[in-house]
């Protein structure tokens, strides 16, 4: 170790960051990194925006009466809030940055099998916003996330047209990640990384590949009939005609309730990284681990009726929905025991990444066993539509997914900026956002079982009604401030954090063993993996592949020793 | 980015050729990679137009059997001389567009144009044989709702007596599936033309060799795919239920 | 009413409670347990369990279906409609509840209802979908343009309870809220006495039936049946359709039947009756259901056959839009909780 210590000059002058400079080179590029770089700018954009409309909300629901927004206004606050956070921050927040970061080094490929196609995508994401944003700005939209018709076709007299294809466009970004995704996977894994040594943060970006690709066209094509019925004045769903409103709510939840397991499966593949390698161990059981995110990809495309039990379709059809919905319980539940057998007899550190994805555990707990709640169909019927669903999905979206995201990019940051972030603040930020986070969402479930329905203005003047209303918004500020915290810093750390070595947290990935930041084709030479995934082992194993430009000795970091080759 | 690295690995088939060839991206290893991506790429793409269209097909489905006899009647009115026709130029666009591929394979240019070219011929006179249908529904006032402004649905009732217990609401619901699933159809024969026509471009340059030819390959699997769905279509629209009046 | 859905829930508290605990406490205690003592320790891998594995799929499996079969028994005996239920006809439309007793009172974002009688919604709307969601009772259903939905609960203790719209219908969906009132049976016959004179739905029905609308001239002037099958005692039997098959008399099927007469023609008719799509509103459509449900004496509800269309009134086909000034007189003193409404 002394020796390595000593040969820290090698590591790349030359990285993808500063391989060629200037906007074009950005706006062109055809780097999988750099295009992750741009949807990480885009899908903080959005998260920023989506964050203030839900602030608006808690304000405004701070008393019962509806007195800081109209009615309408309120309704437009809550509809683009749902809008951006799903369509433009949840979907594509892990995928299209950490996973497109991530999974051409993770697998040794020197991209993902299409650059151009992935640089269309993000142009793509782009267009969808800025549609959705000229929505925002024209007047706004108030349909609901959830474009129910008829009211979105025949009713509502704001811009649903521009909002749906914003969604309809952006779509197509989402059907394009997917497919570039599956096809490197499959065809551009390096020499020995067979398929049960990918990382579990590939297979479960597998499994949410098939969901792009299965279930996205099918909202395109609804959301695309509805903003058509708009236009024309007619169409399949409008009743007038003999046409079925519900047929939309069974076209758009078959995909959008496969599009909680885009959001929550790759999250799930961030905490089984994190787990396995913030406790040093392999991943208890990997094979069930890997084959359960299939198993949600398949089952999720069962369940949608779930979300439509008091909505007029038959009661056997209810049942069968229900049923399914359980079946889809189980293998959930099968990866958080695994994950809580992985730290038995681990080495665990509090390293932030690991905070965030022990926290992730609970709250994702939390989350999926609310879900039973749901899936109950007797149950169901008096919370659906209630605070109970608004603070379910909040545990499994936010709690899950943007809980994933944040530890995710805490880990990788080094990896991506090659620089530290500044572990203290990165500790007290994760309690903060936990502790926020619980305080806004779970009065949500006690006020929604007492029967306060969502998307309301106004509530009913209950005292304790207000009372879960203001611990709930007093939640949210603090959940509000807790995520400043890592974007002020992250942003500060990109010049002023601690250069990072190739390999800070001493671990075994293909990805810890580039360089940070890696060079534009990730590796300077095809590595050959024969080690299995999550197989540590001591540092002075884990060396770079390949030899590295030398760089400033000054530049290194003090702590962790560079494994280079020698 | 790709000059030539050093091979430090024995792994073989994944070998950068030391000539690589000058349409092998930088980031596969060798063409075979990378025809191999460009397929399974089609085919993932092809299964999320199938789920693409499945969203009309569904809705075809769900009306047709609550509105037997509107369908019935509105799909009557459809001239089916025209669309069996059009299946008919499809087909044999399907194989003048196999054979292109085949002369790509083979490596013969001149084939290869000639092919590609009828192909395109073909698909240009499906959609000119397709635009016949729509000025014809246009001129009978059958375009739904008010997708032509000023020119509202309107079902000529002497010279087609609406079937009694049939509502005129049912037929323009038949008309907007129609256009839907007909237009959507269009709007890929025209993204296919215009992949041939880059096709063509290139392989006037010469550009297709037996060494490399993936491009027509793909582009041929999309074209199938594209007559695959009319060929769903036109018995969908045109011939079911047809006996049941005559 | 609300005891069958609380003890489920509180079956799911608990289980919710004994696995968070479980596996939180698991976590927490490997987490400090086995806090990393050197910097690159290398602990002995393990590479899993299939005894394990197989427990914590099973298990899960099992408790998983006990909730299923607890939940979807709960849930079939909300979706069983009773026999004897009192019904009333509701109207959503943007933003309130429009509610017709078979007696012929009309309410408006308000429901009065007996004490230990089952009651029963027949509902639909006349734009978008909205829910009617009673909390108190556990139960809710959405209201679809198109179709009608049901909903039935009995009201055990008298009170003013919430009626909210969950399902979001536009600007002011949160002022679409209303109360149900739930009385003593005294009271309230009391009350329903204080409407009196209204048109019943059924008498309203009979008259479209016989006059406005002349389905009599082929169904007969008392459904007896004619060029057109007979509809006494259609309500819930089976009825043999064209092509194939059967299909059984219910409330959605008569709509059907009257806007798109051929979609399930009874067999042996000729398709020769004209749609009534645009020419019925959604009431007169109720109203023209329940006097054809009411002539199925032997299956129809006891209220219904006590409002036996006898007293036929001058066609009276005003919007239903107001509510009649004694119900509303009679019950001054109960506290309304729809506040909401004037809060634009």
């Keep these: 170790m002394e020796e390595t210590l000593a040969t820290p000059s090698e590591t790349p002058r030359v990285n993808y960051l500063n391989a060629r400079y200037g906007l074009k080179s950005w706006l062109l590029t055809k780097d999988h990194k750099r295009i992750a770089l741009l949807y990480l700018g885009g899908v903080s954009l959005f998260f920023l925006l989506g ?135 499959h065809t551009m894994r390096a020499p020995g990384m067979t398929w049960f040594r990918l990382p579990l943060f590939i297979w479960s970006h597998y499994a949410t590949s098939l969901i792009m690709i299965l279930g996205t066209p099918v909202i395109a094509i609804t959301v695309l009939l509805v903003a058509l019925e708009r236009i024309a004045h007619i169409g399949i769903f409008d009743p007038r005609l003999g046409g079925d409103p519900v047929l ?36 208890f059981g990997y094979s069930f681990v890997a084959f359960s995110s299939i198993a949600i990809a398949v089952f999720g495309f069962l369940v949608w009726g779930h979300h439509m039990f008091v909505s007029s379709q038959s009661i056997y059809a209810g049942m069968i929905f229900s049923f399914l919905s359980f079946a ?151 959940l509000g401030f807790g995520m400043l915290i890592p974007m002020v810093y992250l942003i500060w750390s990109m010049r002023y954090g601690r250069a990072a070595s190739a390999n800070p947290w001493a671990l075994p990935g293909l990805e810890w063993r580039t360089s940070s930041p890696p060079p534009t084709e990730n590796f300077t030479v095809t590595p050959v993996v024969t080690w299995e995934a999550y197989e540590f082992a001591p540092p002075e194993e884990l060396k770079v592949i390949g030899k590295l430009e030398p760089r400033d000795r000054a530049d290194y970091p003090p702590d962790y020793p560079a494994y280079t080759e020698s | 980015m790709a000059e030539g690295h050093a091979i430090t690995h024995e792994g073989a088939g994944a070998q950068r050729e030391h000539h690589a060839h000058a349409a092998l991206a930088h980031h596969f290893d060798n063409l075979e990679q990378q025809r191999e991506a460009g397929t399974i790429g089609m085919w993932v793409f092809l299964v999320q137009e ?19 006899a509107a369908f019935v009647a509105a799909s009557n009115h459809l001239n089916v001389r025209l669309g069996a026709t059009n299946t008919i130029v499809l087909i044999v666009s399907s194989l003048t567009m196999a054979l292109a591929v085949y002369y790509a394979q083979t490596g013969s240019r001149r084939n290869q144009l000639i092919f590609l070219l009828v192909t395109m011929a073909l698909g240009t006179t499906f959609l000119v044989i397709k635009g016949i249908e729509y000025y014809d529904k246009y001129r009978d006032h059958l375009i739904p709702g008010s997708l032509i402004p000023g020119r509202p649905f309107h079902w000529d009732t002497v010279q ?78 045109y011939l079911l239920g047809r006996h049941l009046e005559h | 009413m609300s005891g069958n859905v609380d003890a489920l829930f509180f079956y799911l508290v608990g289980v919710t409670i004994f696995f968070s605990v479980l596996i939180s406490g698991m976590v927490i205690f490997f987490a400090i347990k086995y806090k990393r003592r050197t910097p690159f320790e290398i602990p002995r891998p393990i590479a899993g369990s299939l005894k394990l594995e197989t427990m914590w799929t099973v298990v899960p499996f099992v408790i998983a279906m006990s909730m299923f079969v607890w939940g979807a028994d709960v849930y079939f005996k909300q979706y069983r409609m009773p026999r004897d239920a009192m019904e009333v006809y509701v109207v959503g439309k943007q933003w309130m509840w429009k509610l017709q007793h078979a007696t012929g009172q009309r309410e408006i974002n308000q429901l009065h209802i007996p004490v230990g009688r089952k009651v029963e919604l027949i509902m639909t709307t006349e734009d978008v979908i909205h829910s009617f969601f009673i909390p108190e009772f556990r139960v809710k259903a959405d209201v679809v343009p198109g179709k009608y939905t049901r909903l039935w609960f009995e009201a055990t203790k008298s009170g003013t309870y919430h009626l909210f719209c969950a399902e979001y219908c536009g600007t002011n969906h949160s002022g679409m809220i209303g109360s149900i009132v739930v009385m003593e049976p005294a009271d309230f016959d009391n009350w329903l006495s204080g ?122 086909n005003a919007p239903a839009t107001q509510s009649s000034p004694a119900a509303n007189s009679q019950n001054a003193n109960t506290t309304t909780r729809h506040g909401g409404r004037s809060r634009q």
């Design chain 2, 160 to 237: 087609h007596p609406l079937p009694i217990g049939v509502s005129e609401h049912n037929l323009e619901m038949f008309f907007w599936i129609y256009f839907a699933m007909t237009g959507l159809h269009a709007l890929h024969m025209i993204i296919g033309l215009g992949i041939l026509a880059y096709l063509v471009y290139y392989a006037y340059k010469g550009r297709f060799t037996p060494e490399y030819h993936a491009p027509v390959e793909i582009s041929g699997l999309y074209w199938h795919f594209v007559d695959i769905v009319w060929i769903f279509l036109f018995p969908l629209l």
């Design chain 1, 328 to 478: 889809v319980a189980i293998p959930s539940a099968v990866k958080v025991f695994n994950w809580s057998a992985t730290l038995f007899r681990g080495s665990v550190s509090y390293d932030t990444p690991m905070l965030y994805g022990l926290g992730l555990i609970g709250l994702f707990l939390i989350g999926g066993m609310t879900g039973l709640f749901l899936a109950a169909i007797g149950l169901d019927v008096h919370v659906t539509d209630t605070y109970f669903v608004v603070a379910h999905f909040h545990y499994v979206m936010v709690g899950g997914t943007l809980m994933g995201y944040l530890g995710g990019l805490h880990y990788w940051w080094p990896k991506i900026s090659g620089r530290m972030y500044p572990e203290s603040w990165g500790r007290f930020a994760a309690l903060i956002i936990f502790v926020g986070f619980n305080l806004t969402f779970f009065p949500q479930f006690v006020v929604g079982y007492m029967g306060m329905p969502r998307r309301y203005h106004a509530y009913p003047d209950i005292p304790i009604w207000q009372v879960l209303n203001v611990m709930s918004t007093a939640g949210a500020t603090i």
């Design chain 1, 51 to 185: 964050g203030i409309y839900a602030m608006l909300i808690r304000i405004e629901l701070l008393t019962p009466k509806g007195d800081l927004f109209q009615s309408q206004t309120y309704n437009k606050v809550f509809t683009q809030h749902g809008i951006i956070m799903v369509f433009f921050f949840l979907i594509p927040a892990i995928p299209a940055v950490l996973g497109n970061f991530l999974v051409p080094i993770m697998i040794g490929a020197k991209d993902l099998a299409f650059p151009r196609i992935n640089l269309l995508s993000w142009y793509i994401y782009m267009l969808g916003g800025i549609l959705t944003i000229w929505a925002l700005l024209s007047g706004g939209v108030d349909t609901g996330w959830t474009f129910y018709v008829p009211y979105s076709t025949n009713f509502s007299n704001t811009y649903v047209v521009l909002a749906g294809l914003g969604v309809f466009v952006s779509g197509f970004s989402s059907i394009l990640t997917g497919l570039n995704f599956i096809v490197t996977i």
């Design chain 3, 195 to 316: 409407g009196a004179g209204q048109q019943s739905p059924v008498a309203a029905g009979q008259n479209l039936f016989q006059n406005t609308l002349g389905c009599a001239s082929c169904h007969g002037d008392n459904g007896q049946g004619g060029r057109g099958p007979a509809l006494t005692n259609l309500l819930g039997s089976s009825v043999p359709i064209q092509g194939d098959g059967t299909v059984v008399a219910d409330e959605n099927y008569m709509r059907e039947s009257i806007l798109n007469p051929t979609a399930k023609l009874v067999a042996g008719y000729q398709p020769i009756m004209p749609t009534f799509q645009g020419q019925v509103s959604e009431e007169q459509l109720i109203q023209l259901i329940a006097y054809i449900k009411s002539l199925s004496p032997q299956r129809t509800s006891g209220i219904t056959t006590t409002a036996r269309p006898a007293n036929t009134q001058a066609n009276n």
């Design chain 1, 248 to 283: 939309f709510q069974h076209m758009f939840w078959f995909y959008s309730h496969p599009a909680v397991y885009i959001m929550i499966l790759p999250s799930m593949g961030v905490i089984s990284e994190l787990i396995a390698n913030f406790s040093r161990k392999n991943i």
């Design chain 2, 50 to 68: 199938i789920m693409f269209f499945g969203g009309l097909f569904l809705a075809y489905t769900v009306y047709r059997w609550q509105f037997p």
